[in-house]
DNA sequence: GTGGCATAGTTGATGCGTCAACCAAGGGAG
DNA sequence: CTCCCTTGGTTGACGCATCAACTATGCCAC
């Protein structure tokens, strides 16, 4: 038999629930008029940051903790606008590079202020350094329970 | 000209972001067993407690913060799995009522457990009650922000 | 009553994410 | 060398979310 949430439960697990959907709309938005959606913007930082702005598709999804598929079909577009290119791999002909464009490089440079003045706005500078360690504490403790 | 965050604050912000992601994910593949997405089960939820299992589109869309249109192509969808309905509103017939049907109140019954339970397993059970009354409290306090 | 604006809702296009199916190359064990 | 399993990646279909465009009704000012 299941117990149900306790009030205050239900009252703390909303609010957080909640204030995740906020934020993930609120980065979104931000981001929208530098014309990349965030999926785009995290590609771009880790390809940004790699050796010769390039990595295994393999790599680049470890990284992001994401899967093949959405990964391929996120280069994809990103090809299709510009941002980032496929390049064959030397080695391993299974293998594929993601490697970002120019336009990408001058995309996340362009992109980037405004969204550290987003997360600044909507969290970092929201909360007291305190808080703002105890609201990290916790997430990486639930984190470690999955 | 902009700042950009501390390494603690950095660390702190995406243990955050990211363990929002997993929550997404992990709140959707546990209501998979049940032929429910989340955000039929946010539906399934309110209309089950309305009077009569209906309400106004304007009324359901504002009690979920969706937009109209979310809403409609969402009801769209589930009217054609059988687990509501769409119903014209005598009085004002520019208002349709979104009806539960008794397959979606079924439906909802049938899954609520397990998302308790899933709830319970990545959050409320892994923190101490304290520790989730802070969480929830950070929370408002950031809503209250935005 | 009519003109015009606000309200209520739908639709189509497009980006995003998952799943299942698929293909091709690498790398053993025999 | 061949068989077979694993690894690396793509594709197509579908559900989900947003945006812009659209329809239709309500309602007020005049």
């Known amino acids: 038999m299941t117990t149900w949430l306790s009030p205050d439960q239900l009252r703390d697990w909303r609010s957080f629930i909640t204030l995740a959907?906020?934020?993930?709309?609120?980065?979104?938005?931000?981001?929208?008029?530098s014309g990349l959606s965030y999926p785009d913007y995290v590609v771009l930082v880790v390809l940004s940051e790699a050796p010769e702005h390039r990595l295994r598709m393999?790599?680049?999804?470890?990284?992001?903790?994401?899967?093949?598929?959405?990964?391929?079909?996120?280069?994809?577009?990103?090809?299709?606008?510009?941002?980032?290119?496929?390049?064959?791999?030397?080695?391993?002909?299974?293998?594929?590079y993601a490697v970002l464009t120019p336009e990408g490089l001058a995309a996340i440079k362009a992109a980037a202020p405004a969204h550290v003045e987003s997360v600044r706005r909507?969290?970092?500078?929201?909360?007291t350094p305190a808080e703002l360690a105890t609201l990290g504490t916790l997430a990486r403790k639930l984190q470690s329970r999955m």
Chains 1, 2 share one sequence.
């Open 58 to 96: 393999q790599d680049l999804g470890t990284a992001l903790s994401w899967s093949k598929s959405r990964l391929s079909h996120q280069i994809r577009r990103m090809s299709g606008r510009g941002l980032a290119r496929r390049e064959e791999c030397s080695g391993d002909a299974r293998g594929v």
């Open 21 to 33: 959907e906020m934020l993930e709309a609120g980065l979104a938005r931000d981001l929208a008029p």
């Open 122 to 127: 909507m969290v970092v500078d929201v909360l």
